[in-house]
C-alpha cells in the first residue's frame, strides 16, 4: 500500500537556517531507508515558519520502522529544539488502494515474502 505521510513543523523565527540545515540532514537520512520512494518541502505562503513535509514510502510499516530509527529520533530531536510547537505526524493511505485490498486485490507494491 502506498503512503504518504504529512509532517507539520512550525520553525522558531530567526531558526530557520539552522532548521533547514538539520531537516536536509534528515532527508538525506531517510534517502537510504527501506521503502522510501520521495519528499518534498512546502513553506506556507501566508506564515513562512509553517513547514509542511510529505513523504511516499511504499508501505505503512517501512514509514513506521523510520520513524522509530535511532538515527531519525536524534535528527528529529534536534529540529524540535528549532521549533514552536510539536510535530504533527499523518500518514495517509490511497483511498482506491486500501478499498481494493479490502476486496482481496493485493495492494501496489507489497513486497513478495518468501
Do not use: H
Not at 531507508?33 to 512546502?42: A, D, F, P
Not at 511516499?56 to 530509527?69: F, G, I, S, Y
Amino acid at each position: 500500500m502506498l503512503v504518504k505521510v504529512i509532517i507539520k513543523r512550525d520553525i522558531t523565527p530567526n531558526r530557520e537556517k539552522d532548521f533547514f540545515s538539520q531537516l536536509k540532514t534528515l532527508r538525506f537520512n531517510a534517502m537510504d531507508q527501506k521503502g522510501y520512494i520521495s519528499g518534498e518541502t512546502l513553506i506556507c505562503a501566508e506564515n513562512t515558519n509553517k513547514v509542511v513535509v510529505i513523504s511516499q514510502w511504499e508501505t505503512l510499516e517501512d514509514w513506521n520502522n523510520w520513524k522509530t530509527n535511532k538515527k531519525r529520533i536524534q535528527l528529529d530531536a534536534g529540529l524540535s529544539e528549532l521549533q514552536d510547537n510539536p510535530t504533527i505526524y499523518e500518514p495517509y493511505v490511497f483511498g482506491k488502494y486500501k478499498a481494493a485490498a479490502g476486496q482481496g486485490f493485493p495492494p501496489p507494491l507489497q513486497r513478495q515474502r518468501s
